[in-house]
């Protein structure tokens, strides 16, 4: 099935040669990045690869008393594993639980009132966790349970604040919902790759408790944002001349619970199959982020930097192709086809990372990255063209709390798999690992088939493929009271003043 090309030794010795090169100029760069919403609050990340080396260190305070041959890091706090993993575990959790409240909650008071709130409540975690560094509470037994409660507040407020970016993009940018969405994941993957290039190396330079501060500073510029997109909507609202948003403003009639519910039940088969299709591949491809650099290490021997810069390529190319993609989806109006693409052409990757070594670990990486890619510029704004702005939050809610919970159970099985202790012979090894990729390739054929089955219930509107809509229905945004539209929302759309 592969081309066979057997790595000689001595090849192997020249990659880890070149790798402690590399390990020189890359130092610290490409750890695994983390997802992240609302780009602003990427820099909210008070726990991230990057400091991670701080945290886990067993190593905490000062060297006076430590013997030579130990050694030593002033600047650590000693959580060990166990503790740094719960910071991590409090943090998906915490976003799994208040998502569907937090898209209610957002659907209800409006893209205002939430985006302000929401990067408040983060910046009071990225804030609080930097305190918990600080001073007297450093070390003390107050510590951790703050550190906890801090990872609570920014799991609380990024899932909010993700929910109300694309609402916000839902609402304003209807005619262009692809261009928007493909500059959204551009922002968010240079959030993320900022924070793995700056993080460390503030840490580095001033200091681990300053760094975190200079985070919580830069976390600050998220409620700058939202106060700033506020203003602009308000002066949009009153100065626009078309109603650019079906979402009722708080005089108008208030989004209720039963309202909600009902829309909810309202919601077509192609938004739930789609929901489906976006667990599938997240709980695939996640993984693969979070274990990626320890496999490519395993399996090819490669240095732990070199294997994070391999696998920080998937994120790379994130920022380079979307408005590519995304000016492409505006042309041709088929991101429901392009989401099949996608998924489909994903999961040979998994079999590929499993069973052909001769293939280089950087191209498969760079390819993961193309489909995922394109995946994401085209799921997130199908939900936008499936559900009306003023029940999109609760949807949007429905939609990252399923996919919370199959990334959480896809990540509790392949550690299952892999075991509590890593195994020491490597045959054993990699057959677990090859186990895993059956797991992840399995859940990737899933995505492609659910993705299949939701351009399938859409083919009568097109919704999600407006090139074969015959007549492009105009869009009527009528009174505010009616729940969900019967017109499917298009790239192109006429809306009533
Ligand atoms: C893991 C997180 N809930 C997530 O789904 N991240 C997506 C978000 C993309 C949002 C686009 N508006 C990702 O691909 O990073």
């Known amino acids: 099935m592969c081309p066979q090309k057997q790595w000689s030794i001595e090849q192997h010795l020249v990659e880890s040669t070149t790798s402690v090169l590399h390990e020189q100029i890359h130092q610290k760069h490409y750890t695994v990045p983390q997802h992240s919403p609302l780009p602003e609050i990427n820099v909210c990340y008070a726990v991230d690869k990057p400091t991670q080396s701080f945290l886990k260190h067993p190593q905490t305070g000062s060297c006076q008393n430590v013997t030579s041959n130990t050694t030593c890091c002033s600047e650590c706090v000693g959580l060990g594993p166990d503790r740094y993993n719960q910071l991590y575990a409090a943090y998906a959790w915490m976003t799994a639980a208040t998502v569907i409240p937090g898209g209610y909650f957002v659907d ?166 789609l929901c489906v299709t976006a667990v599938c591949y997240y709980s695939a491809y996640l993984p693969v982020i979070s274990n990626g650099s320890k496999y490519i290490q395993d399996r090819y021997g490669y240095s732990k930097t070199t294997a994070a810069y391999y696998v920080g390529a998937v994120y790379d190319v994130s920022i380079i192709i979307p408005p590519f993609l995304g000016l492409l989806l505006k042309k041709f109006r088929c991101t429901g086809l392009l989401l099949s693409c996608s998924a489909i052409l994903t999961a040979p990757v998994y079999l590929l990372l499993s069973y052909c070594s001769s293939i280089h670990p950087l191209v498969l990486t760079i390819y993961l990255g193309i489909t995922y890619t394109t995946f994401a510029v085209c799921v997130w704004p199908c939900f936008a063209m499936l559900v009306q702005p003023d029940t999109f939050g609760t949807a949007a809610g429905i939609a990252i709390f399923m996919q919370s919970g199959g990334v959480g159970m896809t990540n509790l099985a392949v550690g299952k798999i892999m075991g509590t202790t890593e195994s020491s012979d490597t045959i054993e090894l990699l057959s677990k690992y090859r186990i895993v990729f059956w797991v992840l390739f399995t859940l990737s054929v899933l995505s492609a088939v659910f993705s299949v089955a939701t351009n399938m219930a859409d083919s009568r509107q097109n919704k999600l493929n407006s090139i074969f809509m015959k007549d492009p229905v105009p869009i009527e945004i009528n009174d505010e009271t009616s729940s969900l539209l019967p017109h499917p929302r298009t790239e192109s759309r006429t809306v009533s003043t």
């Open 108 to 273: 209800r008071v409006g893209n205002r009132v939430s985006a302000i709130m929401s990067t408040c409540v983060a910046w009071l975690g990225t804030s609080l966790f930097a305190l918990t560094v600080t001073g007297h509470i450093r070390g003390s037994s107050v510590m951790f349970p703050l550190m906890f409660c801090s990872r609570l507040l920014l799991g609380a407020g990024t899932g909010t604040a993700l929910i109300v970016q694309d609402r916000i993009l839902g609402t304003w940018f209807a005619d262009n919902l692809s261009i928007v969405f493909s500059i959204n994941v551009v922002a968010l993957r240079l959030g993320n790759v900022s924070n793995f290039l700056l993080t460390a190396n503030i840490a580095n330079w001033i200091g681990f408790t300053w760094a975190l501060w200079v985070g919580a500073a830069l976390c600050s510029t998220a409620v700058l944002s939202a106060v700033f997109l506020s203003v602009l909507e308000l002066y949009g609202k009153k100065n626009s001349d078309k109603k650019l948003t079906s979402i009722p403003d708080l005089s108008e009639e208030p989004v209720t619970l039963s309202r909600q519910i009902k829309n909810i039940r309202l919601l077509p088969k192609t938004y739930w199959l």
